[in-house]
């Protein structure tokens, strides 16, 4: 029972972690139809860059804001030098660009800081909470993960739903060409959206990392996460994409906690084949999968 | 007016064959001469350039002809070599080399059955995603079977001894002994050629037409009667059956299966060798594979002489791979061999102006290296998706395609 | 006044204009006629900066409009209804609405969306609603009304009536008649339909493969018979 609750509780925190993650794929899937694979090394660097202002003796939210402000510029120069140049071009390219960048980006890391693994620290405490004399799986740093996360969704959904900005920026999503015409600066639009998506995997990068290990790979594996999670979503729904992430933080978990560490990856790999056979069109699919 | 055309085909089909094994064997007398010639510790690297240049071989014409992308490769290759590992445990195992790796190929192959079809039916990133999963599990799964694949040690490969009549064979041959490197250099390198002859071969025929019909246009293809998800999934794996050869000799050249040496940098960088070399085509899987295998002792060199330490020096020939395959996407899509053909084609070109130029080479001029000469083209060239070079076409297909 | 001149552009070896050269007056509706391929849609899309034009020039009330971007059009006074799915099926219809306010000056005014569902009133009663619900006819009302959102000098449209049950064509015809005789506006119509079109056009510019065949006031090209079976079929 003690162990149920707390591989649920685990699994709700990373779950939320996912859902970040997942949506920050979905929010470049949806405006440039690129998987942008390189979204793990991207917020691992700007973790790596939190680190160095921690270690040089300055606070923990100093380093949370620049990690975070160094993902909005990572994610706006990345669309802008290296994505623009063959946005509307072969779908391949781009994947190519992306997957050129995870290199770039882990090896520059490993020649920059090192290859070792490091610790990274966390603002509250890494400890489970005590109710009634037994240790919950709930730390501090888990609450605040999960509220960190709501809040960015909360500012996102406010961002997309409320202001013109958003409009613009979800109309430059589904119909560039019209909303061009409408007077839509499409490319800034979409340099915007790289920016924000490329936020909120810092955030989530930098929650994985808070109280663990970090090193240039420590990443690699959420971006399955996060690419099963939008799948499980249906990959074009934001909404979608927060769901798959806690179902699967959740399934992820038991497997870690039941089965095996060391085959979550697995699990994940299954749980995405399962839905691609069964369910192509993601868990709330109305109608029936595109054939292509 | 159709029979004729078959029968055209079949003769131009048997002719191709031909020279592809005109090919194979001049590459085998080269492969003799370079390996009778050089050290053992060079004859060990060219088994890894060979290793290296199946599985990019695969990966290419899953990349270049069928326009998909694989980030999994590595592990696939992970599957083969542990499945070599499994047969070569002792001196006494009694399995013929041929059948080990026939075993790796078929290993890896139901894996590929396995994932291509749920992943490569659909349209869109989902084998990219899915081979992306394969790659960070596939380590786990020997961490967890610790007994029987060995943890993090891994397992020992056990070559057999050098069968007597190769011995003979050799030295009748060279008129030197056979040393082991040498000999596992010309395994891995004999399994090269005939990987490629296959592919060279499949790629011409209709199987790879169709391939490339889907790469081109998903529509006129599904018009022309092909079925996209399966024609997909048979690109994933045959090329996935090309990874399980590529593990089995590098299970054979290194003589350890070990999670190590299949992380995911192994597929990705695989992905940057056939980037690097030209996607779709088999001599540039081979120039990348040799850029993988050679280039990195000469970074990590620099960069200790530049004051790196080993371990982040080590770490440069990746850096290098990464920025070369960004640049070449951006400035030079269709790689190395496809720019240096485009290059000769052009100028040949300006002599003898090529019959039919497409539109898409002619609105990109970095690429213009587009002369339709192949019949299986799409219809339009503009709906291209990547950039894409048949292997052993004379002609390369290099298209920016707008997909308004 | 919107003047065209020696337009010439393409796609790849296909020239679809061809030095093609007209006026449309301002508080006029001039047609643009010409069978499928004709280039008419092109000629729209170079006009509005989606298509690069390889010669010639643009025009809007003295101001050169080629090198401005699409983009910048609605500033300029110019609204591009294009061909087939204009509207933003995953939003609102009144999303789609406030997004035709934006462009022009960044700002919604609450007035234009009285107008327009004034205009519309089928779109007022259904504002919350995803566009992708409305049936044709509704979503060229969406689109017109959209683009009137922007308050333009200029009106490009492309086909409004395809697919659209006769009356509903003559309703949105009617409707533009009296926009353009209200606020003098300059519209530039595309139709296939061309004896529906030049029913309401003042003047009329025929197309045939990138040339203008054709320059005449409507009545005038509604009674030369020879045109119409050459190029209007009707
Ligand atoms: N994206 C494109 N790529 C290549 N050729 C094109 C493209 N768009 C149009 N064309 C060609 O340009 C010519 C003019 O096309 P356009 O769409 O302007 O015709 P249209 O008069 O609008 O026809 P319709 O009445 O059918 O809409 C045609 O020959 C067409 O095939
Ligand atoms: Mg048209």
Redesign the pocket.
């Known amino acids: 029972m003690q162990q149920l609750l707390n591989t649920a509780l685990g699994g709700l925190t990373l779950g939320m972690v996912y859902a970040a993650f997942a949506l920050a794929l979905v929010l470049i899937w949806r405006s440039t139809r690129v998987v942008n694979f390189a979204q793990a090394p991207m917020a691992m660097v700007t973790t790596f860059i939190a680190l160095v202002i921690v270690d040089a003796g300055h606070s923990y939210w100093l380093a949370f804001a620049a990690a975070l402000a160094s993902g909005l510029v990572l994610g706006a120069v990345v669309e802008r030098v290296v994505i623009r140049p063959v946005e509307g071009g072969p779908e391949i390219n781009a994947v190519i660009l992306t997957l050129g960048l995870f290199i770039v980006l882990h090896a520059l890391a490993a020649v920059v800081f090192g290859n070792r693994y490091r610790s990274f620290p966390a603002p509250f405490g890494v400890r489970g909470i005590e109710v009634g004399g037994t240790t919950i799986a709930l730390t501090g740093f888990g609450i605040f993960t999960i509220l960190a996360v709501l809040a960015t969704m909360g500012l996102l959904l406010l961002l997309f739903q409320r202001t013109d900005i958003g409009l613009r920026m979800r109309a430059s999503a589904f119909n560039p060409e019209v909303a061009r015409l409408l007077g839509v600066r499409v490319g800034r639009m979409l340099t915007l959206g790289w920016a924000l998506a490329s936020l909120v995997g810092s955030l989530a990068g930098l929650l994985i990392a808070g109280g663990s290990l970090v090193h240039p790979g420590y990443m690699d594996s959420v971006v399955v996460y996060g690419f099963v999670a939008a799948v499980l979503g249906g990959l074009d729904s934001p909404f979608g994409a927060v769901v798959g992430g806690l179902l699967l933080g959740l399934a992820l978990s038991f497997v870690s906690g039941y089965v095996g560490s060391q085959l979550v990856a697995l699990a994940a790999l299954v749980i995405l084949m399962l839905v691609l056979v069964l369910r192509p069109g993601g868990l709330f699919a109305q109608t029936a999968a595109r054939r292509v | 007016m159709a029979a004729l055309r078959t029968r055209a085909a079949g003769w131009w089909s048997g002719s191709i064959l031909g020279r592809h094994l005109l090919v194979a064997l001049l590459g085998l007398v080269v492969v003799v001469a370079v390996s009778e010639s050089v050290s053992d510790f060079r004859n060990l690297q060219l088994a890894s350039m060979a290793y290296l240049g199946i599985a990019a071989g695969g990966l290419t014409v899953l990349t270049g002809l069928n326009g998909q992308i694989s980030l999994g490769h590595g592990a696939l290759m992970a599957i083969g070599a542990y499945t070599t590992a499994l047969l070569l445990d002792d001196r006494e195992a009694s399995t013929p080399l041929p059948l080990v790796v026939l075993a790796a190929v078929v290993v890896t192959l139901v894996v590929g059955i396995a994932v291509g079809a749920a992943a490569a039916r659909l349209h869109g990133p989902y084998l990219a995603g899915a081979t992306l999963a394969l790659a960070v599990a596939v380590p786990g799964i020997a961490l967890y079977f610790k007994e029987q694949l060995g943890g993090e040690q891994g397992l020992r490969v056990v070559v057999p001894d050098i069968p007597t009549w190769a011995l003979d064979l050799a030295y009748f041959v060279t008129g030197q002994d056979l040393t082991r490197s040498r000999y596992v250099a010309y395994l891995a390198w004999f399994t090269l050629i005939v990987t490629f002859v296959l592919l060279a071969n499949l790629s011409r025929s209709r199987v790879g037409r169709r391939w490339r019909a889907v790469r081109d246009d998903e529509v006129a293809a599904e018009l022309a009667g092909v079925r996209l998800g399966r024609s997909r999934v048979s690109a994933f794996v045959v090329s996935a059956a090309a990874a399980g050869a590529a593990g089995a000799m590098m299970a054979v050249t290194v003589r350890l299966a070990a999670p190590s040496g299949f992380t995911l940098t192994l597929s990705l960088t695989l992905l940057s060798a056939v980037v690097l070399g030209g996607l779709g085509s088999l001599a540039g899987a081979l120039i990348g594979a040799a850029l993988l295998t050679f280039l990195p002792q000469v970074v990590t060199d620099l960069g200790v002489d530049a004051g790196l330490s080993d371990i982040r020096a080590a770490e440069l020939a990746p850096l290098v791979y990464g920025v070369v395959m960004v640049l070449v996407v951006l400035l030079a899509p269709a790689g190395i061999v496809g720019t240096v053909r485009g290059a000769v084609l052009r100028r040949r070109g300006r002599s003898a102006p090529p019959a039919a130029t497409t539109?898409g080479a002619a609105a990109d001029p970095t690429t213009s290296t587009s002369t339709s000469t192949s019949t299986d083209a799409g219809p339009d060239p503009?709906a291209s998706p990547g950039t894409s070079t048949d292997p052993d076409s004379t002609a390369t297909t290099t298209s920016k395609g707008?997909t308004? | 006044m919107l003047t065209v001149t020696d337009l010439t552009a393409?796609?790849?070896p296909?020239r679809?204009?061809d030095g093609v050269s007209f006026t449309a007056e301002r508080g006029q509706v001039t047609a643009v006629l010409?069978?499928?391929?004709?280039?008419?849609?092109?000629?729209?899309?170079t006009i509005s900066g989606l298509h690069r034009a390889e010669r010639g020039s643009v025009d809007l009330d003295g101001e050169r409009l080629d090198r401005v971007a699409a983009d910048r059009m609605p500033a300029r006074g110019l609204a591009h209804v294009p061909?087939g799915r204009g509207v933003i099926t995953e939003l609102t219809v009144e999303e789609n609405l406030r997004l035709g306010a934006l462009g022009r000056t960044g700002r919604l005014d609450p007035a234009d969306l009285e107008r327009v569902y004034g205009l519309f009133p089928v779109l007022a009663d259904r504002r919350a609603a995803t566009a992708h619900v409305l049936s044709g006819g509704e979503r060229q009302m969406l689109v017109v009304g959209r683009a009137l959102m922007a308050r333009p000098t200029t009106l490009l449209l492309?086909?409004p009536s395809l697919g659209l049950a006769p009356r509903i064509v003559a309703q949105i015809f009617e409707l533009l008649r009296g926009l353009v005789e209200s606020e003098s506006l300059t519209v530039l119509l595309?139709e296939?339909n061309a004896r529906s079109a030049l029913s309401i056009a003042h003047h009329g510019v025929v197309?045939n493969?990138?040339r203008v065949v054709a320059d005449d006031d409507a009545d005038a090209l509604a009674a030369d018979d020879q045109l119409r079976h050459a190029y209007l079929g009707f």
């Open positions: 539109t503009g707008s308004t | 393409g796609y790849g296909v679809a204009l010409g069978a499928n391929g004709a280039g008419k849609t092109t000629l729209l899309r061909e492309d086909e595309v296939q197309l493969l990138g």
